[in-house]
């Protein structure tokens, strides 16, 4: 089943917030909103926005800024070849929430286009079980991986020259089953209680640069001063 939009446009008072059926959405060039827009149609499988729509564009279902420099909506049921999502290069920002509906992506590869990842894009993930972090992004929001259950290797990639300092949110992978992590050098500041509840967590390594760390960040091992 199909759920064809362009005749139908999505506003900020209009929402789809149910309707199970609903696999392929495709909307109006005047639609005005899309985040939370169709977080109740537990079947969609992907979102197409029509040419000329000027503030939303799509990429094989998954919902785009328009000029594509900001990913802002994974469907629920948006299933990448082999569980691996490639976000496209030339994004630069993660929006919050943007996968946090998504139930099919289990590894996430991020451009080093990107600068910013959004509070809780990926929160209560169960399926995901790796992330690579390019040596471009600057902040991890709040929660971004929290409750990740599956979530075992976390890769942060520390050289090259588009290398930024690193801010890491509140609980931002708290509820994982990483059991190491080797955190960059170019990381600054540590939230509060970013590893809480990772049973799994022995072993965390903290660079000298780091300035700030949070209430309860369950540091184990630091290998450097800081």
């Known amino acids: ?5 362009k005749k139908y446009a999505v506003t900020d008072d209009d929402v789809v917030t149910s309707g ?14 899309i985040e939370d827009s169709f977080y109740g149609c537990t079947k969609l499988q992907e979102i197409n926005i029509a040419e000329g729509c000027t ?8 919902v785009f800024n328009a000029n594509k420099t900001e990913i802002l ?20 920002k993660i929006a919050n929430g943007a996968f946090v509906y998504s139930t099919k992506i289990k590894e996430l590869t991020i451009p080093s286009t990107v600068t910013s990842i959004g509070a809780s894009v990926f ?7 790796k992330v690579t972090i390019p040596a471009s992004v600057a902040s991890i929001g709040d929660q971004a991986f929290s409750g990740c259950s599956n979530l075992t290797e976390v890769i942060f990639i520390n050289e090259g020259t588009a290398a930024a300092a690193l801010t890491i949110g509140k609980s931002a992978f708290s509820s994982t089953k990483i059991s190491s992590i080797d955190l960059p050098v170019r990381l600054t500041t540590l939230g509060d209680t970013v590893f809480s509840s990772c049973t799994n967590l022995k072993t ?13 960040a369950n540091v184990i091992n630091v290998f450097d001063s800081i």
């Open 123 to 129: 929160q209560g993930k169960k399926d995901l079980t």
């Open 55 to 62: 503030k939303y564009s799509s990429e094989n279902g998954v």
């Open 73 to 92: 909506y994974v469907p629920r049921y948006f299933e990448p070849e082999n569980g691996v999502y490639v976000i496209p290069q030339g994004v630069n």
């Open 204 to 216: 965390i390594n903290i660079p000298k640069n780091v300035t700030k760390i949070g209430s309860t």
């Open 1 to 5: 089943a199909s759920l064809n939009l």
């Open 20 to 33: 199970p059926a609903y696999e392929n959405v495709i909307t109006s060039n005047g639609a005005k909103s």
